[in-house]
C-alpha cells in the first residue's frame, strides 16, 4: 500500500531556511500537500503542488517535487520562532480525494 | 473562509460508553472525513462521507460508525468506548473528490477514555 514517510524531528535556528523532507510510494499521485499543526489546534493548509510541476514557491515557501525519486520536499526561508510546528505532507490517493499522510515533522526553531 | 466546527476541544468518557463526536461544515462541502492522530503515526482515516447518508470505511473503522444526515454535519460514533480510543479526533472537509480541493481541517477533539 501506500506510505509517505518524513524525518520526526527539525531544529533550526531562527533567521536560517528550514529544510523538510519527504518521500512517497504512489507514483500516480496528482497533488502532493504540505499542512501544519500548531500545539493544541487541528491541521492549516500550507501548499500544495500539482505532479507535473518540479517548483512552487509562495513567499517563504518553496516546494520542490522530484517525481523521479518521489521525493518532495518545503522550505521554509527565514525560519521565525512562529514557524515551530509540526509539517505534514500528504498526497492523493485515490479519486475520491482521500489523503495518505506522513507521520509529520516536528520542527523546533531556536533563537 | 471555509470553518469546519468541533463541538468540543476536550473530552473525558469512560469504558464502555457511547460517545458521539460531532462536525460541522459551513461551505457546503460534498466530501466529510474523520481521522485519528497519534504521536508518530500521524493521521489515519477512520471513515468518509461523499454525499449525505453515504459513507465509506477508511484504514481503521473498527469500533467506529459514522453518520451523515445533512451535508454539513458529520457525526462519529464510538459504539462502546475503549481505552485505546483515547486519542485526538480531526475532522475536515474538501469541495469535489478531485483537482487540488484540499481538505480543511476543524480544531479537533481531545478524547480521554478512563
Known amino acids: 500500500g501506500e506510505d509517505v514517510e518524513q524525518s520526526l524531528f527539525l531544529s533550526v535556528r531562527e533567521g536560517d531556511s528550514s529544510v523538510i523532507n519527504c518521500t512517497y510510494t504512489d507514483s500516480s499521485s496528482t497533488y502532493l500537500y504540505w499542512y501544519k499543526q500548531e500545539p493544541g489546534a487541528g491541521l492549516q493548509l500550507l501548499t500544495y503542488i500539482f505532479s507535473n510541476m518540479d517548483m512552487k514557491q509562495d513567499q517563504r515557501l518553496t516546494v520542490l517535487l522530484n517525481k523521479k525519486d518521489k521525493h518532495l520536499s518545503l522550505r521554509i526561508a527565514d525560519t521565525q520562532t512562529g514557524d515551530s510546528a509540526i509539517y505534514f505532507c500528504?498526497?492523493?490517493?485515490?479519486?475520491?480525494?482521500?489523503?495518505?499522510f506522513g507521520a509529520g515533522t516536528q520542527v523546533v526553531v531556536t533563537p | 473562509d471555509v470553518k469546519v466546527t468541533q463541538s468540543s476541544r476536550y473530552l473525558v468518557k469512560r469504558t464502555g460508553e457511547k460517545v458521539f463526536l460531532e462536525c460541522v461544515q459551513d461551505m457546503d462541502h460534498e466530501n466529510m472525513f474523520w481521522y485519528r492522530q497519534d504521536p508518530g503515526l500521524g493521521l489515519r482515516l477512520i471513515y468518509f462521507?461523499?454525499?449525505?447518508?453515504?459513507?465509506e470505511k477508511g484504514d481503521i473503522p473498527e469500533g467506529y460508525s459514522v453518520s451523515r444526515e445533512k451535508k454539513e454535519r458529520f457525526s462519529l460514533i464510538l459504539e462502546s468506548a475503549s481505552t485505546n480510543q483515547t486519542s485526538m479526533y480531526l475532522c475536515a472537509s474538501s469541495l469535489i473528490p478531485t483537482g487540488a480541493q484540499p481538505q480543511h481541517f476543524g480544531d479537533g477533539t481531545r478524547l480521554s477514555i478512563l
Open positions: 462521507s461523499y454525499d449525505v447518508k453515504m459513507k
Open positions: 500528504a498526497e492523493i490517493t485515490d479519486s475520491w480525494g482521500k489523503l495518505q
